[in-house]
């Protein structure tokens, strides 16, 4: 065998694949390679406060989660320590282990929960998921890799399994353990996808073993921008930073994103003039590409000419916990701990601002509406940005509170959503880039306003630094610093949302 050979199947045999790189190679195998061989660059993309927010529910979620087992003994770490403990456990026939790690063929991975059965002398395997059903795009294909690795290993399984919450369990006094989650028999599922599985962990090993970087752009090049992998501008070092992945919905067609990536049409500028696109994406485009604003002004002054004084722009602060943190709570369900108001009493008024955060570790939901009942009127509109959220919270909180259910269902009858304007594609501006987030279109009607001279610049932050404030251990400066923060930023919500307004108001 030539000296060359030899030496890419030692290489093959030194390359370790976790059940995460796994995954990460089904969904982009470029981003998975540059992980185990270029983990500067993989790592050099920081992790959003919403990823990390991912990681740490899951984290909280497999805790409560083996309580399920009360007995179970856990096994700390991944390496060839915690590998030879699992084996010492495995010979000894323990009944349940948290965290089990095995390694075989170069395939490594750490099982939630294994469960011995002595009777039948096989296993039950647990994968336990921070999420409120099972996804099969994703949870069966982890399990499945497991279930491969352990048949590799000798390990009879007899069934497999995905714990995930219960989004039907509501929270009354101490959490119902047995209640809360759900376990998923996905026995049948698994042994059917099984030899694909298989077959794609050699197909990843020999992917992932290669020396040399791949060449060409990565998988995600035939994904919407939302859907981009971490590394997706190293890869892809002549995509623009806004092109015909960030046109709406282009995620959705995908046969016409592979045809413009096919032909090397990543700007918006090259798009052919006979492409088909919905009129939601022409008028993106054609305002980019003509450097244009589209403005309705009769149908805008249609929408702002029934609102009614006094104008109460309104906006929500939530933390969706997983696990009920108080009673009437199911997994998931949003908590609302902050609100901001800006009250504008007729026009050429200035607004005045209310505001509203809860800073202890109680239900703050009758504190919440208490605050809103003092400082909402009877009449005049109240001003929200995706109408949807506010108002499902709102619904959420007459349940909890049937006192308050007039006074907030009266809310709701009152609520406008100025995000409409956008999206009824009344204005269209180039640098909206095809979005009707505020973020988006604030810079562009109110440049002087901006989230970037904020600490906290994003709601996945907020919801983040309050749980932080009410859960851990900090410092009393601490404390007071987080608050601020957060009030600032809920602060400028509000405000961003009267100042969109009155830019509007001004150009009719």
Known sequence: MPARQVRRLWYIFDVNISKTEYLLWRECK???????????????????????????????????????FPTGVLIEGRDEQAQKLTQKYIAEKERTLFQPVFLKDGFLAALDILQYDKETGKYSIFEIKASND??????LYDLSFQVALLKKCGIKIDVANIIHLNSKYERHGELDIEKLFTISNQTKEIEELLPK??????????????????????????????????????????????GIHDIARIGMSKKKLQEFADRGIFKLEDLPDNIELSEIQQNQVRAYVENIEIKNKVEISKELKNLVFPLYFLDYETYPSAIPRFDDFSPYQQIPFQYSLHIVEKAGVEPVHKEFLHTGSDNPSEHFVKSLQNHIGPTGNVIVWNKKFECKINNELAK????????????????YDLMDIFSKQFYVHKDFKGSTSIKYVLPV?????????????????????????????????????????????CELDTFAMYAIWKHLDGIL
């Open 197 to 242: 599985v298989e077959f794609e962990m050699n197909v990843a090993k020999e992917y992932l073993s290669q020396e040399k970087e791949p060449p060409g752009y990565c998988d995600c090049v035939y994904k919407g921008r939302s859907a981009h992998c971490a590394t997706f501008t190293y890869s892809n070092p002549t995509v623009p930073e806004y």
């Open 134 to 139: 099972v996804d099969e795009k994703t949870h």
């Open 445 to 489: 009607l109110a440049p002087e306003l901006s989230y970037k001279k904020l600490e906290i610049q994003e709601g996945g932050t907020a919801s983040q630094k309050w749980n932080e404030l009410t859960t851990t251990h900090i410092t009393k400066e601490e404390r007071n610093e987080i608050a601020e923060n957060l009030k600032r930023y």
């Open 30 to 68: 470029k981003n998975a390679w540059l992980k185990l061989h270029k983990p500067k660059i993989f790592y050099s993309f920081p992790l959003s406060e919403f990823e990390k927010s991912i990681i740490e529910t899951g984290n909280e979620v497999e805790i409560v989660a083996r309580r399920l």
């Open 400 to 415: 909890r509170i049937p006192e308050a259910k007039s006074f907030l269902e009266a809310l709701n009858a009152r609520v």
